[in-house]
């Protein structure tokens, strides 16, 4: 052939040398690199077997890609899967929430305290019910009808979300007539507080962070059917969310009054535009509001991460029909996203591509996704009313449920869903849990993890703990707090249905009770007024200190174990303390005494003006003390024997009045 070619006037390329693998071992060299591994000759014998194993066709020479094989083989054979030993869950406990009148259920928020728990169910049209662990109705409202007055259904205006604000105990709704609507829910008679109407464009999904020792203030986004999202902070959350002209009745604000006093002293608005070409289906707070995450079903922009100090780059996800739905687990540097192609991908935030993508046997739109971290599990609904799950490591399916809700084939019955499909389980407590109460010694301030006494008597600082997210773990992550339940719920049109995940961990917390106790805002708090006189037959509590060192707090730590009245007995002082030196010396007034009161009063006056509370340094009296009745009815009969019997008369009415126009001697 090359003959041929050359009589051609073809020429072909000398043909490329033979590459000589040089990644290979002989025998001896097999062995004595095991050997160095090992650190002795024990295993001389078993290296040369399997040397004579790996090299089935007797060539001298072994490969390392060779050895990794045979050694994945023989673990895989030892090794079973979670599929194989998973054990198949089944639904239970589908209910209908009857407060919703066959409306819509938007979203099942969670209301969790630490001796608390309930849920708030809020329907398309407004209709709000406050909900027990297990399911059972406590208390129900319209939201329409507290700006409206008409009871029925809504036909103009539905509601798109609703979030719980954990610091300050309020539940905000949004609604499509581009209102936000702020409720008190600190007990189950929610109390309407305000009403911002005129925004801009529909708020289509809110996300909230609160504030924490290390930050003063709390963050609300929310996206905007424009594909803009709008933050509003709040300056003053712990004083007032809002500024408010009347406590006693709901408060209105246009959103343009929001920017100027005396509303700029408690909130700040900041708007991004365009952050999605279409309407953003859902908003998220991650890292402790640093990091704010929105969906869309935009193609160029499906998933978007922004560093709200804005001191970072985004970090844009596309997927071609966008995303529906998305959870993310910042401990996990994990995002799960669905949408309408069917299947979950899984992301990190930092990359470009999903690294690992999720399917089932069939294809319907996803509605809502949740990584279940506390159980290692993906979980997806569709809006086919199935369930897929899949195991967080392995990526394998585990297990499809098909739920069955009672109104699925109904004749006429149209199957809609809200933008919350998945809900979290009742937070539980153990039966048998034991709450370890430690006294906290008395300190001389109001903040008294920050001011404590030394063991000289002084004052001493110290400084608040930082809230650092990157110190924390995966159990501090607030999603995994929030899903670290033995259940969760899907909804369904107005149903619900609870699969089983584990088995109870104890009883869920009861619901809070429908009033408080009358209390003040703790920025009243003031200073303990100075007690003039000390009695020795009362009795001092002596601080309990924590068994181990090393969880003491500085101010537990410093605290003397005695109390004064055992260093008096011991120094044979008793009873000094209730000695009057002045009138002992033969002296009428005390000026030391009374400066030193003056001071404190001073001091107390002080501190109420600078809380705004000045009435409360007013100082108290009793009331006095009313005479018997009896005596009050001798006086009365006393003094009405001093008039005759006839001239006591009777009030006269207007028809009797002696006036010439109603005088009846004047009428004919």
């Known amino acids: 052939m090359r003959a041929a070619a050359a009589e051609e006037g073809i020429e072909f390329a000398e043909a490329a040398p033979p590459t000589q693998d040089t990644l290979w071992l002989d025998e001896n060299g097999f062995v004595t690199s095991l050997d160095n591994i090992f650190g002795h000759h024990k295993y001389t014998t078993h290296a040369h077997k399997l040397f004579q194993l790996l090299d089935g066709f007797s060539s001298g020479k072994v490969w390392w890609r060779q050895l990794i094989n045979r050694l994945v083989a023989v673990g895989a054979k030892k090794t079973s899967t979670r599929a194989e030993s998973w054990t198949p869950l089944s639904e239970q406990d589908i ?29 398309r049209g407004g209709r709000v019910g406050v909900y027990s662990g297990d399911m059972r ?19 103009n205006r539905w509601i798109t979300d609703a979030i719980y604000l954990p610091d300050v ?6 609604a499509s007539d581009r209102s936000l609507t702020v409720y008190d829910a600190e007990t189950l008679i929610h109390t309407p507080l305000y009403c911002i109407t005129g925004l801009p464009n529909i708020p289509t999904c809110l996300a909230y962070t609160p504030s924490s020792p290390s ?87 499906s998933l978007r991460i922004r560093h709200v100090p804005g001191k970072m780059d985004d970090y844009t996800f596309k997927v071609i029909r966008g995303v529906t739905c998305f959870h993310i687990v910042s401990a996990l540097h994990l995002v799960a996203t669905g949408g309408c192609s069917g299947s979950v991908r899984l992301w990190q935030p930092c990359g470009r591509a999903p690294y690992a993508t999720l399917t089932a046997p069939t294809s319907p739109p996803i509605l809502d996704v949740a990584i279940i971290a506390a159980h290692e599990l993906v979980l997806a609904y569709c809006n086919n009313c199935t369930v897929h799950i899949w195991d967080l490591y392995e990526e394998c399916l585990l297990q499809t449920i098909k739920i069955k809700f009672p109104f699925l084939g109904v004749l006429g019955k149209k199957v809609e869903f809200g933008p919350y499909c998945i809900h979290p389980g009742p937070a539980c407590k153990e039966d048998d849990e034991e709450e370890l109460v430690i006294d906290e010694p008395l300190v001389l301030s109001r903040r008294g993890s920050s001011v404590y ?58 619901p809070p009770a429908h009033e408080l106790r009358a209390r003040r805002p703790s920025a009243w708090d003031l200073h ?61 007034n005390d000026l030391n005494r009374k400066l030193a009161e003056m001071e404190a009063n001073k001091q107390v006056m002080n501190n109420a003006v600078s809380a705004g509370a000045p009435y409360l340094a007013l100082k108290t009296f009793d009331p006095m003390k009313v005479e018997p009745v009896d005596e009050m009815m001798d006086e009365y ?32």
């Open 637 to 668: 009969k006393r003094v009405m024997r001093l008039f005759p019997d006839a001239s006591i008369t009777g009030t006269p009415t207007g028809s009797e009045m002696t006036t010439p126009r109603h005088s009846k001697t004047q009428r004919l």
């Open 528 to 588: 303990d007024e100075p007690t003039t006189s000390t009695s020795s037959t009362t009795p001092r509590l002596k601080p309990s200190l924590a068994p181990t060192p090393q969880l003491l707090s500085p101010s537990t730590a410093e605290f003397p174990l005695t109390d004064l009245d055992t260093l008096l007995e011991n120094a044979g002082l008793q009873g000094i303390l209730e000695k009057d030196f002045v009138l002992m010396q033969g002296l009428k």
């Open 137 to 155: 109705l406590l208390h129900s409202y319209e939201m329409f009808y507290h700006r409206s007055g008409f009871h029925g259904r809504v036909k």
């Open 169 to 174: 105990q309020f539940l905000m709704m949004s």
């Open 453 to 510: 006494q030394g063991s000289t008597g002084g004052l001493m600082l110290q400084l608040d703990s930082q809230n650092d997210w990157d110190k924390k773990g995966l159990e501090d992550e607030p999603e995994y707090k929030r899903f670290n339940r033995w259940s969760v719920w899907v909804s369904c049109c107005d149903a619900v249905c609870r699969l089983r995940l584990a088995p109870p961990a104890g009883r869920a917390l009861a």
């Open 95 to 123: 209910q209908r929430l009857e407060h919703c009148k066959r409306e819509t259920l938007v979203k099942l928020v969670c209301v969790e305290r630490e001796e608390s728990f309930c849920y708030v169910a809020v329907s």
């Open 215 to 301: 930050c003063d203030t709390s963050e609300l986004a929310f996206g905007t059917e424009r594909g803009d999202v709008t933050l509003v902070r709040f300056l003053q959350p712990k004083v007032q969310l809002l500024h408010t002209k009347t406590p006693d009745a709901i408060n209105y604000y246009f959103w343009m009054e929001l920017p100027s006093p005396p509303h700029s002293s408690y909130c700040s608005i900041t708007r991004w535009r365009r952050v999605h070409s279409r309407s953003v289906k859902r908003v998220a707070y991650s890292r402790a509001g640093l990091v704010l995450v929105t969906c869309s079903h935009d193609a160029t922009a």
